[in-house]
C-alpha cells in the first residue's frame, strides 16, 4: 500500500505539508492512505483547486481477504479518520471560511463529498442523489469553536445520508484501487446487510485557515448509523467513536 501510494500524485508533499497521526490501536490499517483529491475537489467545487487527503479506517485481520472497513460484522464497519489540506489558489482564498472567518459548513461538506466520490466510485456504487450527490446533510451542521493540540479549530458536527461502498464479490464499474485498499467481500458472504446499502453518517469536521501556509487544515472523523436487512438499528460503536476523537486530536499538521 505505501509503494502504490508513492506513485500517486500529491499536493501536500509538493506544498512540503505533513499530515501525521498518533498512535492507533490494532483496529486501523497501519500505512496512511494518501490521495490526490485535486480532481474530485474541482469536480464537486465548479472551478480548479489543489487539495490532498490523507486517511485510516478499519484495518484487515488475517483470517479475512477484506478489511473491517467493509466488513459490517465489525465495530470498524465504515468507521473512517482522516485530515485534509486544501490550498488557496487565484480564485479562493482560506477555502472554509467567510470573508469574516466563519466557517461554511456547506464547504465543509463539498470536500466530504468529493472524498466519498473517490471511495464510491472505485468501489461501482451505482447510488447517488437526485441532484447528483453522494453525501445529503439530514441537519443543518453546527459549528463551534474550540481547543485541539494547543491550536484553535472551527468545529462543526452533523449528520448526513449516503450509502456504504459494502458489496460482495467485485463490480464491473469498480477499480483495482478500491480492492486494493479494502479487499474483496466474498460473494457468498453471510452478512445482514445489502450491497451499497444506505447508512447515516454521524461525524465531526474540523478546521483551521494556517495563513502562513495559504492553506486550509481539515480534519474528521465518522462513524456509521443503518438498519439491517431484518430492520434492526445499528448504531455507531462508542469505542470506536472515542478512540476516532483520540487520534482525531493528536493529528498534527506540519511545514517542512
Same mark, same amino acid.
Given at each position: 500500500?505505501?509503494?502504490? *501510494? ?7 508533499? @509538493? ?7 498518533? $498512535? @492507533? &490501536? ?6 496512511? /492512505?494518501?490521495?490526490?483529491?485535486? *480532481? ?17 479506517? &478499519?484495518?484487515?485481520?488475517?483470517? !479475512?481477504? %477484506? ?11 465504515? *468507521? =473512517?479518520?482522516?485530515? %485534509? ?23 465543509? /461538506?463539498?470536500? /466530504? ?5 473517490? $471511495? ?9 442523489? #437526485? ?20 491550536? @484553535? =479549530? =472551527? ?21 483495482? @484501487?478500491? %480492492?486494493?485498499?479494502?479487499?474483496? $467481500? #466474498?460473494?457468498? *458472504? ?22 502562513? =501556509? ?14 439491517? !436487512?431484518?430492520?434492526?438499528?445499528? +448504531? ?9 476523537? +483520540?487520534? /482525531?486530536? &493528536?493529528? $498534527?499538521?506540519?511545514?517542512?
Amino acid at each position: 500500500m505505501r509503494l502504490v *501510494a508513492a506513485t500517486q500524485p500529491n499536493p501536500a508533499k @509538493r506544498h512540503g505539508i505533513d499530515m501525521r497521526f498518533p $498512535v @492507533r &490501536g490494532t483496529g486501523w490499517i497501519w500505512p496512511t /492512505l494518501k490521495v490526490d483529491l485535486s *480532481a474530485s475537489l474541482s469536480e464537486v467545487m465548479g472551478y480548479p483547486i489543489q487539495a490532498a487527503a490523507y486517511s485510516h479506517y &478499519g484495518g484487515f485481520n488475517v483470517s !479475512r481477504t %477484506y478489511a473491517d472497513f467493509v466488513n459490517p460484522d465489525s465495530s470498524y464497519y465504515q *468507521a =473512517w479518520i482522516g485530515a %485534509y489540506v486544501i490550498f488557496d489558489d487565484d480564485q479562493r482564498k482560506s477555502f472554509g471560511f467567510d470573508d469574516d472567518g466563519q466557517p461554511v459548513p456547506q464547504d465543509a /461538506l463539498n470536500v /466530504l463529498e468529493a472524498d466519498q466520490r473517490l $471511495v464510491y466510485w472505485a468501489a461501482g456504487c451505482p447510488k447517488k442523489f #437526485p441532484n447528483g450527490r453522494l453525501v445529503r446533510p439530514i441537519v443543518e451542521w453546527t459549528a463551534a469553536e474550540v481547543e485541539s493540540g494547543g491550536e @484553535r =479549530w =472551527w468545529k462543526l458536527d452533523g449528520r448526513a445520508e449516503t450509502w456504504s461502498a459494502y458489496h460482495r464479490g467485485k463490480t464491473r464499474e469498480g477499480n483495482w @484501487r478500491h %480492492y486494493w485498499a479494502s479487499g474483496q $467481500v #466474498p460473494a457468498d *458472504a453471510p452478512h445482514s446487510v445489502d450491497d451499497f446499502h444506505p447508512l447515516t453518517y454521524v461525524g465531526s469536521i474540523w478546521l483551521r485557515y494556517r495563513p502562513e =501556509w495559504q492553506a486550509t487544515c481539515a480534519k474528521f472523523c465518522i462513524c456509521p448509523e443503518y438498519t439491517d !436487512r431484518s430492520g434492526q438499528k445499528v +448504531a455507531k460503536d462508542e469505542q470506536v467513536e472515542a478512540e476516532c476523537q +483520540a487520534i /482525531l486530536d &493528536g493529528i $498534527v499538521f506540519a511545514k517542512r
